[in-house]
T-cell receptor, first 112, second 115 residues
Framework: GNSVTQMEGPVTLSEEAFLTINCTYTATGYPSLFWYVQYPGEGLQLLLKATKADDKGSNKGFEATYRKETTSFHLEKGSVQVSDSAVYFCALRDNQGGKLIFGQGTELSVKP | GAGVSQSPRYKVAKRGQDVALRCDPISGHVSLFWYQQALGQGPEFLTYFQNEAQLDKSGLPSDRFFAERPEGSVSTLKIQRTQQEDSAVYLC?????????????FGQGTRLTVV
């Protein structure tokens, strides 16, 4: 079945450091891929998405590229801020319109 | 409303008690999902509706869990005879259409604690 694997956290970085959170997936067909973010005390929010191979999703300085050959969708940001501290979830949804399948989440803590 | 609304935000239930969790999706959204999120874990799929039809309930952990969406808008997740392992945050999400590339919007969840 479909599944998503993320790098384990917590990840602790200093402000302005480069961020990578790895995400790989297993799926039949051609799923859409998503990154969701959960700030402390808040609900899940969509951060970015990509719907086909080689698409790049981007938002708030974060980027992720849909790599079909490596079945990956790694999240990157060139310079993190304290306000980026949150839990990040990689997810996929098959194009039959069914459920979102999430990874286990990666907690990011950015120190001043 | 502007977003997905869930109530109550917090629920403490005694073991064996029945609970009902409510979800008000964004108006006009066809698809509605329920997820269970244990502490420190990613959301786990429970069930999915397209309008009033429950198309997938493969994630419901036992027959104590039941969900409905009778008029294709508000949904209720009911848990009978709650047990301690049911303690989790229950998330509801909705999306405008069924296509897989459509964004799903999440509510803030109901935190259920079974004591």
């Amino acid at each position: 079945g479909n599944s998503v694997t993320q790098m384990e956290g917590p990840v602790t970085l200093s402000e302005e450091a480069f961020l990578t959170i790895n995400c790989t997936y297993t799926a039949t067909g051609y799923p859409s891929l998503f990154w969701y973010v959960q700030y402390p005390g808040e609900g899940l929010q969509l951060l970015l998405k990509a719907t086909k191979a080689d698409d790049k999703g981007s938002n708030k300085g974060f980027e992720a590229t849909y790599r079909k050959e490596t079945t990956s969708f790694h999240l990157e940001k060139g310079s993190v801020q304290v306000s980026d501290s949150a839990v990040y979830f990689c997810a996929l949804r098959d194009n039959q319109g069914g459920k979102l399948i999430f990874g286990q989440g990666t907690e990011l803590s950015v120190k001043p | 409303g502007a977003g997905v609304s869930q109530s109550p935000r917090y629920k403490v239930a005694k073991r064996g008690q029945d609970v009902a969790l409510r979800c008000d999706p964004i108006s006009g959204h066809v698809s509605l999902f329920w997820y269970q999120q244990a502490l420190g874990q990613g959301p786990e799929f429970l069930t999915y509706f397209q309008n009033e039809a429950q198309l997938d309930k493969s994630g419901l952990p036992s027959d104590r869990f039941f969900a409905e969406r009778p008029e294709g808008s508000v949904s209720t997740l009911k848990i009978q005879r709650t047990q301690q392992e049911d303690s989790a945050v229950y998330l509801c999400a909705s999306s405008l259409v069924w296509q897989g590339n459509t964004e799903a919007f999440f509510g803030q969840g109901t935190r259920l604690t079974v004591v």
